[in-house]
């Protein structure tokens, strides 16, 4: 909710994918390889007749699709499978892009410094992009995909400062989230452990799995963080002055008030 | 009283069949172990991902479908995007998984909810999350983890007490059956 607010205040028109299905994400990689591409390849067959690009908000999702493309591009048996699985032939010409990417690459940071009306002061902001936005390689977001800076770029323009941290690109373990909370508190632990260290009042992330993992399993960690994680698009929507309710932030389970107290004074940052 | 000897059974063909199409790059690896050094949960596997790749060339297929650290990896691609000989570790384990029969231990439950929620996907299209973590609270004999959250979960939003609306499972069950037809 808080992306399609964020690119409405940008001019950017985000039509909802009809009927679209999940990509089956890691139980379907994990389960069968052709399945896990014929799931994908379905919804890029929606946005190849739609005649649109796919603006993706979430990592698992971004990597599924890009996975595909990249697979059907490569594979030309396999791109006849799908073929008949689907029952249409793909042509790989749908660009998968995180919106990450479309705000930074066609927007500019700029235009979107422009849109800023609220000053995010006091917002100590840790950017964690979690594994499969800048992995594998070829479907990085980012040239660098060790030390991606986007996100960051992005955020700047709010006034809110960024957290220079080492574990920005580490795993959070969401797909065990619910198979293998030990495995999910430690590396959930270490990842906040790190961004408080390093002087971060709260996280921006970049995919709702992410979000969910990072907020949600705060509770069951018995050292207390009290790092409110925001998907990004909501940091941004404050900045705009978009309402609260309107980006969900009441939705987070560490509430962002203490955070945000000194936030939103009605000023631009410059 | 003999003492049991151990019988190791090779099979030679193995990482040959794991890389039938070439794509896996197994047998270039330097054993230098770049993809060990990162990897998200080495702390509580039982073998690390360079050695699972010397393991596949030695032919070790029991020892490597029977091990820990296949059902362990999270799919983070740290390993593949860091080998600076393109072995793709991650895709490697997902063919391991897809011709393993269990996994050991607690961590069938990673396989249950890896058919429960393709269940959901094929039925509705969609992840019904209140249906499929109900479902695979009885599977995995797990009741009451996370109950006490759902209320506020509810509240929250987080999910749905509704079936997921959309194109229903009709257009997906037959990707999965006609997947299924093709692999045979």
Known sequence: MSAQCVAQSLGIELQKMPDWTCCGSTPAHSTDELLAIALPARNLLIAQSAGLDLAVCCASCYGRLGAANIALAQDHRLQESVAEILGQEYKGNVHVRHLLQILYEDVGISEIRDAVTHHLKGLKIACYYGCLLTRPRELSISSDPEDPTIMEEILQTTGAEMIDWPYKTECCGANFSITRPSTVERLVSQILRAAKDSGANCLAVACPLCQINLDLRQQDIQERFNLPVFYFTQVLGLAFGVPRKQLGIGKLMVSPDEVLAGTTTGTPPY | ?184
Not at chain 2, 99 to 115: C, H, K, Q, T, Y
Not at chain 2, 147 to 158: E, F, Q, S, V, Y
């Open chain 2, 1 to 184: 009283m003999s003492k049991q000897s151990t019988i190791v059974r090779i099979d030679q063909d193995f990482w040959k069949n794991l890389d039938y199409d070439g794509q896996l790059h197994l047998a270039a690896c330097l054993q230098c172990a770049r993809c060990s050094s990162g990897c998200t949960v080495r702390d509580e596997t039982d073998i690390l991902p360079h050695q699972i790749n010397r393991m596949a060339i030695m032919g070790l297929a029991d020892e490597i479908k029977s091990s820990k650290a296949i059902w362990l990896c999270v799919s983070c691609q740290t390993c593949f995007s860091r080998c600076p000989m393109k072995v793709n570790i991650p895709a490697m384990i997902d063919r391991i998984r897809a011709m393993s029969e269990d996994a050991p231990g607690d961590l069938r439950n990673v396989r249950i909810f890896n058919d429960v929620m393709l269940a959901s996907v094929r039925r509705f299209g969609r992840a019904y999350e209140l249906l499929l973590m109900a479902i695979y609270k009885v599977k995995s004999r797990d009741l009451f983890s996370d109950i006490a959250r759902l209320p506020t979960m509810l509240i929250k939003g987080k999910f749905s007490l509704l079936p997921p609306k959309g194109p229903g499972g009709r257009a997906v069950s037959r990707i999965f059956e006609k997947a299924r037809r093709l692999r045979k």
